[in-house]
């Protein structure tokens, strides 16, 4: 997954040449420079959130909130932002760290509950879905994985999820029980990092390469990939930039709008419109 593991040599060439000195500051980026990043989107702007985020890994939103992941590697430890939306004013924060389990993923919102695993940092190993109340931030369940799991989908009582890389989708429904129901291959060379349902439909954002990614619209019913979208990147790639693939981290969807997160902090999320 892009930013769990550093490549090496490579990327340090690569940001050097992009010029790591523009990762000093939000404002560095020409915002014309951002259209074009999303295929059939157009940019609209960008949320700067004020307080500390670490390593970005998940994003969601309700009229009001924006809500965030982050894992800080340093300290090995899990947290969920909570962010007013209109603002950017930091509201709360509540750390997830589960022992071994620090690494929390790309998180979704759905009947008044977020639902967000929290993994151990490698891949075939373990993880919980964390259950939060949206309203209260208390935790209302925890589901064992005996899997990595970087990111989760909610639709009512059913969950899609990710593993290291999203190699494989693991289908839960929760009205039968809390192990999954189905597991499939990903349809799509995309690591997915976050991903939504929208309108009956499964939509992923990943990463393809360490500028590039995709995203993805699935049929849960055949989990068969029905629209691809290409995405760039924005400002110079991690480690030493804040920036990636637009597709890279966090993502949400509402309807033709797309929410993107693709900075460590300090974060802006960008807005993109797409086309109908």
Not at 4 to 32: C, D, E, H, W, Y
Not at 59 to 73: E, M, Y
Not at 193 to 206: H, R
Request: with cysteine; aromatic share 8%.
């Amino acid at each position: 997954m892009i930013g769990k593991l550093l490549r090496g040599g490579f990327l340090a060439v690569l940001n050097l040449a992009s010029g790591i000195s523009l990762s000093a500051s939000p404002g560095s980026f020409s915002p014309a420079t951002y259209d074009g990043e999303l295929e059939h989107g157009r940019y609209v702007g960008a949320l700067q959130l004020q307080g500390e985020v670490f390593h970005v890994q998940g994003l969601a939103l309700d009229p009001k909130h924006v809500w965030v992941t982050s894992v800080d590697h340093a300290g090995q430890r899990a947290f969920l932002h909570l962010f007013d939306r209109a603002s950017g004013r930091f509201l709360r924060r509540l750390e997830l760290t589960d022992g071994a389990r620090y690494h929390p993923g790309g998180l979704s919102l759905s009947g008044g509950s977020l639902w967000v695993p929290v993994a151990e940092l490698r891949p075939d190993s373990s993880a919980v879905l964390v259950e939060i109340d949206a309203e209260t931030l208390t935790v209302r369940r925890r589901i064992a994985v005996a899997d990595h799991i970087g990111c989760v989908a909610a639709d009512g009582t059913k969950l899609v999820a990710g593993n290291w890389d999203s190699r494989q989708l693991y289908t839960f429904d929760l009205a039968r029980g809390t192990r999954p129901v189905q597991v499939v291959d990903n349809p799509s060379g995309t690591h997915f990092q976050d991903m939504k349902f929208v309108d009956g439909k499964l939509v992923a954002g990943g990463n393809t390469s360490w500028l590039g990614g995709t995203l993805d619209w699935i049929d849960p019913a055949t989990m068969r990939v029905t629209r691809s979208l290409k995405a760039g990147s924005i400002g110079p790639v991690r480690p030493f930039g804040r920036g990636g693939p637009v597709t890279g981290e966090g993502m949400a969807i509402e309807g033709r709008e797309v929410y993107v997160l693709p900075e460590d902090g300090p974060s802006r999320v960008f807005h993109f419109r797409l086309d109908a």
